[in-house]
Nanobody, 130 residues
Framework: QVHLVESGGGSVQVGRSLRLSCAAS?????????TQWFRQSPGKGREGVAV????????DYHISVVGRFIISQDKTNNTVYLQMNNLRPEDTAMYYCAARARDYSGDPCSMRPASAYNYWGQGTQVTVSS
């Protein structure tokens, strides 16, 4: 059973940075998973923010965070990070990491909706104030 634990959320002012962490355990084969960060604001659905192919390290981002957020990993401790720079009030949300097994060996781990993911963390709150 895959277990994901997020940390690193908090309250910051506009323009500041935060780094979220997603520590994973229980992978049968780490390299066969995609890890994606989502966020959810009150009254809205979960929005994909950034995704990482754990095997290749390739990444993809939602247009709203390109140039500001960076997804990365530390394979030695099975942790995926989301570095969030130049934060804006509209980035305020609960942030979740999620994982899914790659559908096939060539699966590039592109951005997918929340319904595609079957492993979820508990979430960490990010609040950006002006």
């Amino acid at each position: 059973q895959v277990h994901l634990v997020e940390s690193g959320g908090g309250s910051v002012q506009v323009g500041r940075s935060l780094r979220l962490s997603c520590a994973a355990s229980g992978y049968r084969r780490t390299s066969t998973y995609c890890t994606q960060w989502f966020r959810q604001s009150p009254g809205k659905g979960r929005e994909g923010v950034a995704v990482l192919n754990v095997a290749s390290g390739s990444t993809d981002y939602h247009i709203s965070v390109v140039g500001r957020f960076i997804i990365s990993q530390d394979k030695t401790n099975n942790t995926v990070y989301l570095q969030m720079n130049n934060l804006r009030p509209e980035d305020t949300a609960m942030y979740y990491c999620a994982a899914r097994a790659r559908d096939y060996s060539g699966d590039p781990c592109s951005m997918r909706p929340a319904s595609a993911y079957n492993y979820w963390g508990q979430g960490t709150q990010v609040t950006v104030s002006s």
